[in-house]
């Protein structure tokens, strides 16, 4: 059983359109999160959610928004997509939102904007 | 500066070698310090974390820290090519939401 699952794996798309990714963890955690990884693979906060409460909102562009239906469900809705967004995108969760607790990552969805 | 500085690498060393991985930070309320593993396509794994100064091992794995000149260090012992992974150091505030913030990550390769 996976624990955190993303789909798509792989996402190709125009500049301009409108797409997103889907998360789910089955681990009964509270607290979810979206990562970016770039070309240089920085990985980079952008939005966490404890309990579907947004509690992170790390400075990203407004046509990337967030949605969490559930605590076990985190979707990432993009809007407007633009070159500069081509990275993998990575869902994760943790227990509680405490500071040191472990992140268990999904397996990521390569975004392509040509 | 970035908060976190980790040579990307690659680093190639023959199997049985040890390893040092090395990052450093310029924030230094961080009290917490973890590694992460990341395989190619895969997302980043814990593999062990520190609570401020001091020495933590974990098998062939030893995490360090030093918070007065704001080192952190990962040595593997007995390198095994399934330790062939790009590691990722990822410092966080002790308090407040779980935010840490990621090293770039140095790509390990250790060959037969």
């Known amino acids: 059983d996976t624990a955190v699952s993303q789909t798509p794996k792989y996402l190709v798309t125009q500049m301009g359109n409108d797409k997103s990714i889907k998360c789910e963890q089955n681990l009964g955690h509270d607290t979810m999160y979206w990562y970016k990884q770039d070309s240089k693979k920085f990985l980079k906060i952008m939005f966490s959610?404890?309990?579907?409460?947004?509690?992170i909102n790390e400075t990203v562009p407004n046509r990337f928004s967030p949605k969490s239906p559930d605590k076990a469900h985190l979707n990432l809705h993009i809007n407007s997509l633009e070159l500069g967004d081509s990275a993998v995108y990575f869902c994760?969760?943790?227990?509680?939102?405490?500071?040191?607790?472990?992140?268990?990552f999904g397996s990521g969805t390569q975004l392509s904007v040509l | 500066q970035k908060e976190v500085e980790q040579d990307p690498g690659p680093l190639s060393v023959p199997e049985g070698a040890i390893v040092s991985l090395n990052c450093t930070y310029s924030n230094s309320a961080f009290q917490y310090f973890m590694w992460y593993r990341q395989y190619s396509r895969k997302g980043p794994e814990l593999l062990m974390y520190?609570?401020?100064?001091g020495n933590k091992e974990d098998g062939r794995f030893t995490a360090q820290v030093d918070k007065s000149s704001k080192y952190i260090s990962l040595f593997i012992r007995d390198s095994q090519p399934s330790d062939s992974a790009t590691y990722l150091c990822?410092?966080?505030?002790?308090?407040?939401?779980?935010?840490?913030?990621f090293g770039a990550g140095t790509r390990l390769a250790v060959h037969p």
């Open positions: 520190t609570y401020s100064s």
């Open positions: 959610y404890n309990n579907k409460e947004l509690i």
């Open positions: 994760a969760s943790s227990p509680t939102r405490a500071t040191n607790e472990k992140l268990f």
């Open positions: 990822a410092p966080s505030l002790s308090g407040g939401y779980n935010k840490l913030i």
